[in-house]
């Protein structure tokens, strides 16, 4: 049986972790945060997915399940405000977490800022927030990636401190080439 689980009492298929496997962080990753930026909900699916291949400017929808809200939106981000023309309530996002297989990594998935929010600082804002709660979580490195076509991805992530790849090719498999990005915290 792997280690941190345990058969219930009097047996039965219901296996129950042992200790919150995966939840070194805790309850509370973020503590302090600014105005109008709070913790992810489940319930930010519904808002994010009908406009992230617009805010994207192409098919990136597959790349975001709705598993990402549902198990990590403890550790991510949402910042409210958006307007119509966003096509959100949301004016951005941010999908990350600490790495419950990998002590001291933390991982950003995912982040995004409506067209018309973009430039204003907003996108900093949620990587330092992430950073601030990943360091304070005992995470001492943080890595994404992002396809060789985005270079305003690769651009804000130089800007945010993080060292990129080279394209490495097949990186998600066949024909999938991606720019990794690593930063210390
Ligand atoms: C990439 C993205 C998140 C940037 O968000 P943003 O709120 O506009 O970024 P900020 O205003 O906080 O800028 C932070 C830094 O990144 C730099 N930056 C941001 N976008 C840039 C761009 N297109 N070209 C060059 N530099 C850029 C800024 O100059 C700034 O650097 P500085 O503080 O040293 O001046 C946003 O453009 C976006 O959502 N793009 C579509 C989704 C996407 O590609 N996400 C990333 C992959 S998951």
């Given amino acids: 049986m792997p280690r941190g689980w345990v058969e219930p009492a009097g047996g039965g298929q219901d296996r129950r972790p042992a200790v919150p496997v995966g939840c070194q962080h805790g309850p509370v990753f973020y503590v302090d945060l600014p105005t109008g930026v709070r913790v992810a909900r489940p319930s930010d699916y519904d808002v994010i997915a009908p406009v992230v291949d617009a805010w994207w400017g192409r098919p990136i929808l597959d790349a975001l399940p709705r598993l990402f809200l549902d198990h990590f939106h403890s550790t991510s981000l949402a910042a ?3 307007t119509p023309s966003d096509g959100s309530s949301l004016r951005g996002f941010l999908v990350g ?3 419950p297989s990998i002590p001291g990594e933390a ?5 995004g800022i409506a067209p018309k929010a973009r430039g204003s600082g907003l996108g900093r804002a949620l990587y330092q927030c992430f950073f601030a709660a990943a360091r304070d979580a005992g995470c001492r490195a943080v890595s994404a990636v992002t396809g060789p076509v985005n270079a305003p991805s690769i651009a804000f992530h130089r800007a945010m401190g993080f060292t990129a790849s080279v394209p490495v090719p097949d990186y998600n498999g066949p024909g999938h080439d991606l720019v990794t990005f690593r930063r210390p915290l």
């Fill in 80 to 82: 409210e405000g958006g």
């Fill in 97 to 99: 977490f600490p790495s």
């Fill in 107 to 111: 991982y950003i998935h995912f982040v």
